[in-house]
């Protein structure tokens, strides 16, 4: 998952609207939406959220579609990633302008399926060879015993870090918040970058400080919330004192865009990120070697380690009109083809178990450091109030980074909001 502040919960009235729509428009025409085994035609309307240095090659790769089914007109439409929950939303719960396929970050999966938008895969060309998708993978597409999406992308987050800054500094890559609030005052002395950019206006950004503390949002399973107990205190106290300190500079607004540029002009020399923004950092001026970045795990707590998984999933609009068609897209662009090509262009993570035993993909320094980090991230809930457990935690940050709140506030109001919105956990 990549990352960010998820859409507004629909009406009751608007999840009536889109059980409606399964049997309304998407934005496709009538050809190819039965089971006769004939010809795809038709246009297949695919909405793309990823960032401006994969874009290309998203669409690219989709429009190759089109060559193994001329009769099939792909309109490749690029949505920013924080507007196209809402957008989403909002188009097939009014039964308009909703695509027929969407690429679709893990936490929506189960929200989107939950109001009756997502059509289920299962026994579909869509879900082609399920058994080759990494298991965690597949965790996310499921909801209620069905599966709503094909797995495309998966990822967490690592450390990104200059080589050349730490180098100068004398200092080795942090293995615990500690240490790196400890070599800060060296970073900034010997090379006059600061140590950390702190991502404040993410909450996806504040669960590796939670989960260094052993710490998580709720037991789905038990249906307890965690958030308020002393690892959610210990997280908030150390991104406060990260920012106090001033071994991290943070903001509470554009950090996706301020954190990068940060990185790649070398005025901080680390961050947290994700294989997403891989080819973005070696767009910069401090990596015109690609080799001076480097990729660690997230540093840990006093207890422990971890950040969360993300990824991304390929969904169909349940109000298609061209189901077929749809179907074999999503097939297409979740294929062990198109993800070793993903991999290849972009070094983001496969989903699929037999693309890490291709050579150019094993090879791959990013999927050398990332794939055990997958292997070992922490699985979020994949419930359907899923997206809404980040809103809370949004506002405590600002406050905690701020001064409005103390820790021990931050964490109370997070877990007070929580039992709010899940009435059946304690």
Same mark, same amino acid.
């Given at each position: 998952m990549r990352r960010g502040i998820r859409?507004? $919960?629909a009406t009751a009235l608007v999840a009536g609207l889109a059980l409606a729509a399964t049997a309304c428009g998407g934005g496709g025409d009538s050809g190819g939406n039965d089971n006769s085994g004939g010809e795809l035609s038709g246009t297949v309307t695919f909405w793309d959220t990823s960032n401006?240095?994969?874009?290309?090659t998203y669409r690219k790769l989709a429009e190759g579609f089109e060559k193994e089914h001329p009769k099939v007109d792909v309109k490749y439409v690029s949505v920013p990633f924080g507007d196209a929950n809402a957008k989403f939303k909002n188009a097939a719960g009014g039964n308009s302008g909703a695509p027929d396929v969407m690429r679709t970050e893990v936490a929506w999966v189960a929200d989107f399926a939950n109001l009756g938008y997502l059509a289920p895969l299962d026994g579909t060309p869509a879900l082609d060879k399920a058994d080759d998708y990494l298991p965690q993978a597949l965790g996310s597409t499921k909801f209620k015993g069905k599966t709503y999406a094909a797995p495309q992308v998966i990822d967490t987050l690592g450390l990104f870090y200059n080589k050349k800054i730490l180098k100068d500094a004398g200092v080795a890559v942090p293995k615990t918040f500690a240490e790196l609030t400890a070599a800060a005052k060296k970073v900034k002395s010997k090379t006059g970058a600061t140590a950390l950019y702190l991502r404040g206006d993410d909450p996806y950004w504040f669960l590796p400080y939670l989960y260094s503390e052993g710490g998580d949002?709720?037991?789905?399973?038990?249906?307890?919330?965690?958030?308020?107990?002393?690892?959610?205190?210990?997280?908030?106290?150390?991104?406060?004192? @990260?920012?106090?300190?001033?071994?991290?500079?943070?903001?509470?607004?554009?950090?996706?865009?301020?954190? @990068?540029?940060? &990185?790649?002009?070398?005025?901080?020399?680390?961050?947290?990120d994700g294989p997403w923004d891989i080819e973005g950092a070696r767009a910069g001026k401090a990596f015109k070697d690609k080799d001076n970045l480097g990729v660690a795990p997230v540093p840990g707590g006093e207890t422990a380690q971890g950040s969360p998984q993300g990824g991304w999933n390929l969904s169909v609009y349940a109000g298609t009109k061209n189901l077929q068609a749809s179907y074999a897209f999503v097939q297409y662009m979740s294929s062990a083809k198109i993800q070793q090509q993903t991999t290849e262009k &972009? $070094? &983001? @993570? *496969?989903?699929?178990?037999?693309?890490?035993?291709? *050579?150019?993909?094993?090879?791959n320094e990013m999927v050398k450091f990332f794939k055990p980090a997958v292997d070992g991230a922490v699985q979020r809930p994949w419930i359907a109030e899923g997206n809404s457990l980040f809103e809370p935690i949004k506002v405590q940050m600002n406050k905690v980074l701020t001064g409005a709140s103390t820790p021990e506030q931050a964490a109370k109001a997070t877990g007070d909001a929580y039992r709010k919105l899940l009435k059946d956990y304690k």
């Open positions: 859409g507004i $919960s401006d240095a994969e874009k290309a949002m709720v037991d789905a399973r038990d249906k307890i919330v965690q958030i308020d107990d002393g690892a959610g205190v210990k997280a908030f106290k150390t991104i406060k004192g @990260l920012v106090d300190s001033k071994a991290a500079v943070t903001d509470a607004t554009d950090g996706q865009e301020n954190q @990068l540029k940060a &990185l790649k002009d070398g005025t901080v020399a680390m961050a947290v &972009l $070094s &983001l @993570l *496969p989903t699929r178990k037999s693309v890490y035993d291709v *050579p150019a993909v094993k090879n």
